[in-house]
């Protein structure tokens, strides 16, 4: 088709569906750009943001590689559960004896393994005076005994408010065999 | 030769058989346009068959007045209708009132049949010249009458020149160079008589071997130049008819409309590319953010498993959760205040204290104290209200519940 053949009014209609189209293209164009554009602004924030998540505990990894090599040279590993409950319960009386605190009911409770931890319980009552009971505490848990409270239940005497009362469940935690 | 926008100009000028572009190829036409690019600016001299010259004199006058002058004057002398030639002329001589005018008049249908080709591919021409004119031009430094004599589309021409100006222009009818000087000699005279002058001091024969011979023998006396003469460059005249001009006018127009549309489309191309490359660029970002998160992935996911394996037997192995511990910050804690911690029951997630205090608010002061231990910030405290009881102290009671993460095994 020539457009020389076409009348001016012809001409003029070609011309204006022609700039129609022109300026809808643009738009769409320019709206599919600027969507573009915003959905991967979004998604690099998001990125970016996870990014520097991942790097702050990335930063971290050296302290918790090193936690980790402790654990795996310091847990103890079980040997046997009796054996490792007894011990546990003599570890405790001696202490008890120690600090002036009666230790009774003591029993060997059943051990349990989760989260490949394996945790071999005691169970006792103590009874003594408060300054008796902090210092089995204190002897009782550090970082390389891996000795767990799992249940405590301390009463204050009632007629005597020197005396404390104890029930315990003591678990000491051993490393996956 | 370039010109603005980067065009050529294409000169076309009669060969000896031919025509032929001046400094290309020769051959009909009709063939030379299709060697010519449609960008390129045409200028086509006219073949000396298609040219008449005419010399008259005319009154005095300004150049656009002895313009029409001429024009009404050929009108009468040429055989053709005034729409059917174009012309151009030179002023010579002048006397007291008059001014001997030389006016070279071209058949437009001969012009037309030589542009058709270009007009029919809408090329121009942009300029109109006369061959014979061109060649005179070139002999501009010769000093006095000279005859010009060569080949033109397998016709022999003579033409007297003085001053790179046409004075005279004839073909001679077909003839050998050996009989040519008989032919020369009729030529001269009849110039003579036509009032050109025929005092002949030099001679130029171009491209016609044999030729010299013939000239020297028409010429006694005059020295005779045998060379290839090449027109001058630039047309010695201006012989475009109007409505061609107008036309060419109109050309240039529309093509630099194009070629500013053309800028316009690049541009927008450019635009259109530059956006796309940006895409391209953002996107490729994006891929490189995902790749450093793909590998910082396994890093991450080693130390999140190392610190999940920390945090199970954390009641092992972070004093803070010691039994002891916890006991130290809730009676440091107790202060000065008149309270009494009766109760405590603690398992590996969880505590649990009960107490007495002087007043209820003693209790809440001290639970608040509790609740703001920076030591005991691991765990999450709950209170209940202070109870009073018979002997008006206040009975208080508050759990913890470890906030991160589940330690080892369960009781």
Known sequence: MN??????????????????????????????????????????????????????????????????????????????????????????????????????????ATSRSENGITAVPVQFELKGNWAGFCQFLIDLQAPDRFVVVQQARLRVDSADGTQMYGDFTVAKWFAPR | MKTRGGANTARLCPDREHWRIIGGGTGALADLALQISKRDRIEIFAPSSAVVLERFSLPKAPREDLQSMAQLQLEKLLPYAAEEFVFDFWEGESGEDSVEVVAIAVSLPALESCCAPFRQSNQG?????????????????????????WGELGRVFLALVEGGRLHWLEGLPEVDAAGADTEISRALLGAELA?????????????????????????????????????????????????????????????????????????????????????????SKLNRLSAELA????????????????????????????????????????????????????????????????????????????????????????????????????QFRMSAKAESHVPGPKR
């Open chain 2, 125 to 149: 021409p942009s300029a109109v010249g006369v061959y014979a004119c061109q060649l005179a031009g070139n002999l501009e430094g010769k000093q006095g009458r000279g005859l010009v004599v």
């Open chain 2, 295 to 394: 590998q910082l992935q396994p890093k991450v996911e080693l130390a999140n498993s190392r610190q999940n394996q920390w945090h199970q037997v954390e009641p092992a192995v972070e004093p803070s959760r010691y039994l002891v511990e916890l006991l130290h910050q809730l009676q440091k804690a107790v202060g000065p205040a008149d309270i009494r911690i009766t109760e405590f029951l603690m398992t590996p997630r969880d505590f649990t204290v009960a107490g007495e205090a002087a007043s209820a608010t003693e209790a809440i002061d001290y639970m608040t104290r509790i609740e703001k231990e920076p030591e005991l910030s691991a765990f999450r405290i709950q209170r209940e209200n202070p109870k009073i009881l018979p002997n008006e102290r206040a």
């Open chain 1, 3 to 108: 457009l020389q053949q076409l009348s001016p009014s012809e001409r003029r209609l070609i011309f204006v569906f022609a700039a129609l189209a022109f300026a809808l293209l643009n738009f769409s164009g320019v709206r599919f750009l600027m969507k573009k554009r915003s959905q991967i602004a979004q998604i690099s924030e998001e990125v970016s943001g996870r990014i520097r998540s991942l790097e702050k505990t990335a930063s971290q990894s050296a302290l918790w590689e090193q936690r980790a090599l402790w654990l795996k040279n310091s847990q103890p590993k079980l040997e046997s559960e009796a054996a490792a409950g007894n011990n546990l319960l003599n570890t405790l009386k001696e202490s008890a004896a120690k600090h002036g605190l009666a230790l009774s009911k003591p029993q060997l």
């Open chain 2, 195 to 283: 009032g050109a002058g025929a005092d002949v001091q030099w001679a130029v024969v171009s491209g016609l071997p044999g030729w010299g011979a013939a000239v020297q023998g028409a010429l006694s006396g005059v020295s005779v130049q045998e060379m290839i003469l090449e027109p001058a460059d630039r047309p010695a005249g201006n012989w475009l008819p109007p409505g061609w001009a107008m036309e060419e006018a109109n050309r240039l127009r529309r093509s630099a409309l194009i070629e500013r549309l053309q800028w316009i489309g690049l541009a927008y191309l450019g635009a259109v590319t530059l956006g796309f490359a940006w895409l391209a660029f953002q996107k």
